[in-house]
């Protein structure tokens, strides 16, 4: 039976913010080492305590776990070491529950090789409808030039099988083979795999690996038409038979080049933007605006009904293909010392180690990833400042399981510390007896308690993420300011107008001023406030009134690496009468 | 309510309604005995207009009802169901609006239990109330000194000054209700009655400030208070307050935005307390409270507020008095404790009872000195307004390191 979607706003997903997680990873209930979904459930009340609104759950489906779960053996069942399907329609329900959406992966370029339709396709005669399932072929010279994703691992996007006597092609690890959509019985499958979780009642997909589902000779292999096209009969199945339901394309591109998996409103409702995340941290280590100011003037406008995915760490590298090559080597020089944190294009690290765990710059790089246009996407630990294990193989560093508290294997699991799938960390600075959530819930001075009202307050004001920003130009590079600005009034985004001539005193619009010191020692800056004369900044985390501002430059000074977050509010005389 | 010509700053509506206007007239809760007085004053109330009343299907002599024969009584099965019957609950809400759909109405009064001791013109002011351009009319009652402090001591001014709705009793019992001001509270009482909590309050002030509908009061001088099932202080607190504390909760990203300001009240001279003054046993429980709660009020107040209960706590009955400012930090940290579970939500309305009673207490003590009831409890009301920014920022920041 079909469930309805549990959110009751079309749009809901551009208020969200979202929590991506490992079950793995999370909590394990039965003492196999392993996190699960009943351990996952037991953790829905930290969870929605800290204000997250959507979870992300990383594949749980059966694989053989050579790529962490993105090597998929069965699309519609759960893998055994983490439950059942009956766990998961639970896990589901006590989420809804608590007003949280659930985001599940749709992993549709390929396939694991324990997959049965690549051990079929291989055993079957070429040309057969088995083997039509994936992409072979006989030489490896086809799609020559396709660059290789997983370098450090991978030298040719083809691999020999010996038992189908032919190479089958793979963008990524040898082990998962691409699906072959110029099939369309492919498309059948993917559809009921799609159609299986949605009428579970799963909130939305995120679309892994999107760029790369179709192959033609003489292109990169990547965002072809025919490509779009698959996008969009996906999304005209979501939007026919389904009710606010969202779904989020990965696709590691530029802004210009990701601007087409929006569509026109009828592909993909959300992408991240992959371009972004390392120029913060460019910034961040330049004490210099310009990356960020950058790389949003490149960024195009998308239709309305879209959404830009923001965040500063994920499962991942973080990863260095969208940028120039020295920017790459600044940034490896910047946030990877030791060569060890480096991985294929990317640095294998989390948030708190990159800023070598200060405080102040955690706290700074959040304030962007909350109040930047966009959805804000926390990656599990980081809002305790968990640290990484760069001992760990590929992207595992940043994988290890949560700390919850100070007990054996950090209150994740009951287990011999042996047998967990990943080690906690144990080092001095970051491992779990220094940072694990009871601690910091005790602490109301910690991480853990800044994070949570800041996502309170991020909710609290619909125009961080529905909102039109706009750059200020301070003499001061260290310094960043940008007037974000919301009209509920307004058609569209696009519609809203930008400057002296948008509306901010009408009720219901909200305009704020968000000004940051990306310097490592306090900053004078003066900004051009005059559109705003008269009214009065109120500091929104105190709920501080500042000087109203006039004609004039208005002054402010910032210690280092702070931030303000500025609502600009009618001054009091000026308010309207109630009834 | 007894009547005292005291707080008339409720504006008479002056609006006449349109003859043809259909008004539905919801009796939610009415004794068999009390439906004849009820509907005769309905029949002074609005002489010669067609109304439907909707009574529940309580009596076999609902038909005979002829002598109101501009009438059409519309005896009917409740959809939801509620055991309380002193208060509006969800259940009424959502009955109201079914009802006012299916009969076509604009605009309907949802009248509560002893409304027949309402005088005619009353029940027209709020029918004209409910037919004018408001979407909400709210009654408005004139209490003795001793009655409805529980509203005057928290409900109103919070609702007042969170909200910026100016109806003195945003609980009231009657209620003039446009029918998309009807559909929104059925929505809401919808989900308690889907989850079988027809009990449930809902504040329909608040509801309709978040809509952005007009919100008008109407004056009610006359009307017997139906009294509360459960006569314990704490239950009673804890019904009431804790529904008006997770409402404040659910509508923090209006609320603190919300800054219009309300005009004051105009207050006028009235005749003081005829009752003896007796507060002893308020004291008492306040002091007894001092000695055993401090441990629980230190959970949720900050340092400046528990040194001004130590005061408090020493001070004779004869200069007692709790300062307005006090009171309204009190109430503005117990409503972010229970934002933020400091302590189970049970026990933290059962702590807030002995400091209530210290209010009433030192609220009783003022108005025997002679200082009009109203006027202190507009002050308190201003108090309120005057220091919500210390909740919206407590509410963003909640640091416990605060002064």
């Not at chain 1, 399907?85 to 992993?107: P, S, T």
């Not at chain 1, 990159?354 to 790089?365: E, M, P």
């Not at chain 2, 002598?67 to 259940?91: D, R, V």
């Not at chain 2, 969170?162 to 209620?175: H, I, W």
Request: charged fraction near 20%; hydrophobic fraction near 40%; glycine fraction near 4%.
């Amino acid at each position: 039976m079909k469930k309805a979607g549990s959110a009751s706003n079309p749009l809901w997903y551009k208020d969200a913010i979202l929590y991506e997680l490992h079950v793995r990873t999370f909590q394990d209930s039965n003492g196999d080492g392993i996190g699960d979904l009943p351990g996952l459930i037991s953790r829905l009340d930290y969870l929605q305590d800290l204000g997250v609104t959507c979870l992300w759950l990383l594949p749980f489906f059966p694989s053989p776990l050579k790529d962490d779960g993105y090597d998929i053996a069965d699309y519609t069942s759960v893998n055994p070491t983490y439950g059942t399907i009956d766990d998961f329609k639970r896990f589901l329900g006590e989420a809804h529950k608590r007003d949280m959406q659930v985001l599940i992966e749709l992993v549709i370029n390929h396939t694991s090789d324990q997959h049965p339709w690549f051990k079929a396709a291989r055993q079957a005669p070429p040309d057969s409808p088995e083997r039509d399932f994936y992409v072979w072929s006989n030489t490896d010279q086809l799609y020559k030039g396709v660059p290789i994703i997983f370098s450090d691992t991978e030298k040719s996007n083809w691999t020999w099988d010996d038992t189908a006597k032919a190479f089958y092609w793979h963008r990524f690890f040898s082990h998962q083979p691409d699906l072959n959509f110029d099939n369309p019985a492919v498309m059948d499958e993917v559809l009921k795999a799609m159609r299986f979780w949605l009428d579970l009642g799963v909130d939305g997909l995120r679309l892994d690996a999107i760029p790369y589902l179709v192959e033609r000779d003489g292109t990169t292999c990547e965002s072809l038409p025919e490509t779009h096209a698959i996008i969009r009969r996906l999304r005209a199945a979501i939007d026919a038979e389904y009710t606010n339901r969202f779904t989020l394309a990965e696709a590691n591109q530029w802004p210009p080049e990701v601007r087409p998996y929006f569509g026109n409103g009828d592909e993909c409702h959300m992408a991240f933007h992959f371009p972004l995340m390392p120029r913060i941290y460019m910034a961040l280590r330049q004490e210099d605006r310009l990356p960020i100011t950058d790389i949003m003037a490149q960024t195009p406008a998308i239709p309305d009904s879209c959404q830009w995915g923001l965040f500063l760490r994920n499962h991942d590298e973080l990863t260095l293909e969208m940028v120039t090559s020295d920017e790459r080597d600044y940034m490896y020089f910047a946030y990877s010392a030791d060569p060890r944190m480096r991985v294929n294009s990317g640095i294998r690290r989390r948030l708190a180690p990159l800023l070598d765990n200060n405080r102040q710059r955690i706290q700074l790089l959040n304030s962007l990833l909350l109040s930047f246009p966009g959805t804000p996407i926390l990656y599990y630990g980081d809002e305790i400042g968990m640290g990484d294990n760069i001992y760990l193989g590929d992207r595992n560093a940043v994988r290890t399981p949560m700390q919850w508290n100070s007990d054996r294997n950090a209150g994740f699991s009951t287990a011999n510390p042996a047998r967990l799938s990943f080690p906690v960390v144990m080092d001095p600075v970051y491992g779990y007896q220094a940072v694990n959530v009871e601690s910091e819930l005790a602490d109301q001075s910690s991480l853990l308690h800044w994070m949570r009202n800041m996502i309170a307050l991020r909710k609290l004001f619909q125009v961080f993420g529905r909102g039109t920003l706009e750059f200020l130009n301070p003499e001061n590079r260290k310094i960043l300011a940008y007037v974000r600005h919301y009209d509920p009034t307004s058609p569209s985004r696009e519609a809203t107008p930008i400057g002296e001539k948008r509306n901010v005193t009408s009720p219901g619009t909200e305009t704020i001023l968000c000004v940051a010191n990306l310097s490592r020692f306090a900053q004078p800056v003066s900004l051009d406030l005059s559109e705003f004369t008269g009214m009065t900044p109120v500091e929104m985390l105190g709920y501080v009134p500042f000087p109203r501002i006039t004609d004039q430059p208005y002054p402010l000074t910032l210690a280092p690496y702070s931030f303000f977050w500025l609502e600009l509010q009618v001054t009091p005389e000026n308010l309207p009468s109630s009834q | 309510m007894a009547s005292t010509p005291a707080n008339t700053a409720a504006a008479p509506v002056e609006v006449t309604p349109p003859p043809e206007a259909n008004l539905l007239i919801h009796l939610s809760t009415v004794s068999p005995e009390a439906l004849e007085p009820a509907l005769a004053n309905l029949a002074l109330a609005f002489p010669g207009l067609p109304l439907t009343v909707a009574v529940p299907d309580i009596a076999p002599n609902l038909t005979a009802t002829n002598s109101f024969n501009t009438f059409q009584l519309f005896p009917y099965t409740p959809a939801a169901t509620s055991t309380t019957s002193w208060i509006l609950t969800a259940a009424d809400y959502f009955n109201t609006f079914k009802l006012a759909q299916e009969r076509n109405a604009p605009a309907c009064l949802l009248l509560g239990a002893e409304s027949h001791t309402m005088s005619p013109e009353s029940i027209r002011n709020l029918g004209a109330a409910a037919l004018s351009n408001s979407d909400l009319a709210v009654a408005h009652y004139h209490p003795r000194p001793h009655e409805g402090l529980l509203n005057s001591a928290i409900f109103y001014p919070v609702t007042r000054a969170l909200f910026c709705a100016r109806p003195r009793f945003p609980l009231a019992l009657d209620l003039g209700l446009s029918l998309r001001m009807a559909e929104r509270l059925a929505t809401v009482a919808q989900r308690f009655t889907a989850a079988n909590q027809e009990d449930a309050l809902i504040w329909p002030v608040s509801e309709a400030a978040v809509a952005g509908f007009p919100i008008t009061e109407a004056d009610i001088p006359h009307r017997t208070a139906p009294q509360p099932a459960a006569t314990d202080l704490n239950a009673l607190l804890g019904q009431i307050a804790g529904s008006l504390f997770s409402d404040v909760e659910s509508k923090a990203p209006f609320w603190q935005r919300a800054r219009a300001t309300v005009p004051a009240r105009t207050i006028t001279a009235v005749p003081g307390p005829t009752e003896p003054l007796n507060v002893t046993s308020m004291l008492e429980s306040f002091h007894l409270a001092y000695s055993n709660l401090h441990e629980i009020w230190a959970l949720v107040l900050p340092p400046h507020t528990l040194l001004g209960l130590k005061r408090l706590s020493v001070m004779p009955q004869e200069a007692f008095r709790m300062a307005d400012n006090l009171w309204t930090r009190i109430v503005y940290d117990f409503i972010l404790a229970y934002r933020l579970r400091t302590i189970n939500r049970g026990h933290l309305l059962g702590a807030l009872t002995p400091l209530y009673l210290a209010w009433v207490a030192s609220h009783l003590i003022l108005v025997h000195s002679g200082i009009p009831a109203e006027r202190h409890i507009e002050e308190l009301a201003i108090a309120f307004e005057t220091d919500k920014p210390y909740l919206v920022s407590r509410w963003r920041w909640p640091d416990r390191f605060n002064p």
